[in-house]
């Protein structure tokens, strides 16, 4: 993975043509424009799609500005990474070939001099238990297997509705905030003694970041159609930016 590696997530592109779409893309290349000149890395931190399901064959193709827009990126010698997030875990061999890497996976970057831990950020808190639960039946190939068998009209419309109600859960108060950040320092905690420096994810929507004893936790913002947050690892220190 080349250096710099610039952090990114929680796009939420949508398979439908929607103007918010066409202004999170025009944000999304200012921000390659803004990086193309360093080269480096961009390491997608998951629900880069609002919904995605990857079919084995007659693909529908609601992502194919996106597509070019990766396929440019990556001829312009910028290596592009991709962890799951609970909107898009469905990818396939289409989505894979357009990136250098997929990971389904939480990751640790052994690379300059920090060690970073990249997880897309859902599955943590201990009051969504029911939720691992859910998240562990989605990601089987047998639910794959049968969703794959659903008209695909159909299944379109149970990911707008899934999608709809998810984004709603994200309005939280202080109070709940503040028990959120508490649980998550505490899993932060967990991995920086498992040897990690930096521990870095997206999925909640909002900017945080925690510093304690050199280590660092970072909870990166969404990228919406009026700011782009990414964070930017040079080897020796990462830096949270908005454009
Ligand atoms: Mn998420």
Redesign the pocket.
Same mark, same amino acid.
């Given at each position: 993975m080349q250096l710099p590696i610039y952090f990114f997530g @929680?796009n939420h592109f949508s398979p439908f043509s929607t103007l918010s779409n066409q202004k999170k893309l025009e944000k999304m290349m200012e921000f390659i424009d803004l990086i193309e000149d360093d080269g480096g890395s961009i390491f997608i931190m %998951? @629900?880069f799609f609002d919904y995605y399901f990857e079919y084995e064959k007659n693909n529908p193709n609601y992502f194919e500005e996106i597509f070019s827009l990766l396929e440019k990126i990556k001829k312009k010698g910028i290596e592009i990474y991709f962890i799951a997030?609970?909107?898009d875990y469905w990818i396939g061999n289409e989505f894979r070939s357009k990136t250098n890497e997929v990971f389904l996976n939480d990751q640790v970057l052994s690379i300059g001099q920090k060690k970073i831990y990249v997880t897309? %950020? @859902?599955g943590i808190l201990s009051w969504d238990k029911g939720y691992k639960v859910l998240k562990f039946v989605l990601r089987t190939e047998v639910f794959r297997f049968f969703y794959s068998l659903l008209p695909k009209k159909f299944a379109l419309y149970i990911a707008k509705k899934i999608s709809y109600e998810?984004k709603d859960s994200h309005k939280v108060n202080q109070e709940k905030l503040d028990n959120i950040h508490k649980e998550l320092i505490n899993y932060a905690k967990s991995k920086w003694n498992e040897g990690s420096d930096v521990v870095i994810m %997206?999925?909640y929507h909002h900017s945080f970041n925690f510093n304690y004893n050199k280590k660092q936790l970072i909870i990166l913002d969404d990228c919406s159609e009026q700011d782009f947050n990414y964070a930017k690892y040079d080897g020796e220190s990462i830096s949270i930016y908005s454009i």
């Open positions: @929680d %998951g @629900d997030g609970n909107h897309h %950020g @859902d998810r %997206g999925h």
